[in-house]
């Protein structure tokens, strides 16, 4: 009987501890004190009671949670530009096809404005901040909502180089070159927002100071860094984000934003499991994704695999694959690690194991047949940069275990 009492005490103070926990903080384990409010908040994200109370989830308690609702104390500053923009509207969209234009924001002037949002359109208020030289441009947002801010380029489709997460003042910053730079202010969940709910206005400013532009070396996918087997150290603080799309199963509750990304090149040494993580390794909340070409498919993902926000994935890769490691954030950058740790299964030295497993047979056919026509890679027995017809004989002439 001991051993199940002792059991029966851990889960009760584990279950009192968390009922003890408010729902307006981030916290580890599933649910929060509040029955009603983890009810509301894991309608709309079930991942708030399976796993972590992390910060997203502290994030929408505040739009659905009347207890979580930022209390009065964040004033912010006195506006001296009025919001232009009638609420319910939403026609300042610089990239829009009916040309708009953001709101010139000269640098320490704060502007007043407000925003909507229903559960599938959200208004984004735009504005433009001119630096005539290179500067970190910091952007401050007072909101009594769940409101954050985006420094953007002027291009159509723009990059992002800073991205806030929840606060008052919610801030954001990055070191730019000389130009027009844009920032965007929306709302930071698609939840019904209405016009005239205070939680929809808010305060900007931005404020400039001299620095040096320093993007890293592997900032883009076409200039990855080369990692290997181990840790290998970044830091995205100053790295911009790359417009790669990341598909709807990488969403873990967290949605889909991964800013200030680094690329790493990895080629795998031998067929196995590979697992990519920097749990424990970063400075700040990170993402990771596996890409099998710049521009190409998702092979895998992670986003809040650690309490500490850190990222940890798993992919099978076959000899000579080179896989593109992309690592970034969520709001900002900061220093860190990447981890790979193999789980090796077989070697090089055996090129037409194409499945790993020891000995080359009728499934590393089905293998080879499906990167049939694919210009180079593993399959590619005889080296002449396609998977073809030759490569297949080959593979039928080398039938039988490794040796």
Known sequence: MKPIAFLLALFLIATSTRAQTPCCQPHAGPGCADADCAAAVCALDPFCCTSDWDTRCATEASVVCTACRPAPGCTPPPATLADSEPCGASNDDPCASIAGAGRHLP?????????????????????????????????????????????????????????SVDGCPATCEACLPAGVWRIAVRSLLFEALPCGDPLGGYAVRAHAEPCQPAAPANDRCDSAAIAAIGVVAFDTTDASTEPAWLPPMC????????????????????????????????????RIALYDQCGGSVLACSDDACADGGANMTAGLICAQTVLVRVGGWGHGAAGALQIVPDLGSG????????????????????????????????????????????????????????
């Open 107 to 163: 640098l320490d002037t704060v502007a007043a404005g407000s925003v909507w949002a229903t559960p599938t359109m959200r208004d984004v208020d735009w504005f433009e901040v001119t630096l005539t030289a290179p500067a970190r441009l910091r952007v401050e947002l007072w909101s009594a909502g769940p409101l954050g801010a985006i420094i953007l380029d002027d291009a159509c489709p723009p990059t992002v180089h800073a991205e």
């Open 251 to 286: 969403d873990e509750g967290s949605g889909l934003a991964l800013t200030n990304d680094v690329w790493f090149a990895f080629t795998a040494p031998q067929t196995g499991q590979y697992t990519f993580s920097t749990c424990g390794l970063a400075e700040f909340d990170s």
């Open 348 to 403: 090089c030295e055996c090129p037409g194991d194409l499945d790993g497993n020891g000995e080359i047979d009728a499934s590393d056919a089905a293998v080879l047949l499906l990167c049939f026509g694919d210009p180079g890679g593993p399959a590619d027995i005889d080296g002449d940069g396609e998977v073809g017809s030759a490569d297949l004989g080959l593979l039928l002439l080398l039938n039988g275990p490794c040796s």
